[in-house]
């Protein structure tokens, strides 16, 4: 019984972690904007990879709110909202379809955010040899707005990480549930 009270509440933690995880992701990258002395203005909405990011972290966080409240009922009542295996069907494909989206994600902003700044500081480095003044500004406007990018990521990995763990605890807890250890 303890194992199962254990299993319950690290479920809990881990989705409230996913949560709070995914959120700060979503205000991070909503936040992450760059406006140069010119006037010109970019977004993370202007780098499809972040809009990814974005829409994965939204997706985590939707589905953590539609899991918390099974989660909390499981923790303080010791069973499902529930009965029948359901739910432990639905946590564990549920589980394992958003952890692979999350880490596609994580994918995408690490990726995008490398290869921008691979190609940018080639770039910049001809700017200078060539002489251009502005050069050293908009480098380090650009390099403040894909570290913001690649923040909201390392945020969303987290969520990813966690959502891997509730996978796993999801295919223990669907194990234990059909075999009847769990009722």
């Known amino acids: 019984m303890a ?7 690290s479920t809990l933690l881990l989705r409230i972690l996913t949560l709070l995880s ?10 992450d904007q760059v406006k140069f002395s010119d006037g010109f203005k970019t977004t993370f909405k202007d780098v499809i990879a972040y809009r990814y990011v974005l829409s994965t972290a939204v997706v985590g966080v939707t589905y953590t709110l539609v899991q918390l409240p099974f989660a909390l009922y499981y923790v303080f009542k010791q069973k499902r909202l529930i009965r029948g295996e359901l739910l432990p069907e639905f946590d564990f494909y549920g589980d394992k ?3 692979l989206f999350l880490g596609t994600g994580v994918g995408a902003g690490f990726a995008v955010t490398f290869e921008f700044k691979d190609f940018l500081k080639d770039l910049f480095k001809t700017l200078a040899d060539l002489g251009v003044a502005e050069a050293r500004e908009f480098k380090s406007k650009l390099d403040k707005f894909l570290d913001r990018g690649n923040i909201a990521t390392g945020l969303l ?7 891997v763990l509730l996978s796993v605890l999801s295919s223990i807890n669907k194990r234990t549930t ?3 250890i769990f009722g």
Not at 22 to 31: D, E, K, P, R
Not at 157 to 163: G, H, L, Q
């Open 22 to 31: 995914s959120i700060a992701c979503i205000v991070v990258l909503g936040t």
């Open 178 to 180: 059909t075999t009847g």
């Open 97 to 99: 379809v958003v952890s």
């Open 3 to 9: 194992f199962h009270i254990k299993t319950a509440v």
């Open 157 to 163: 990995f987290v969520a990813f990480i966690c959502m």
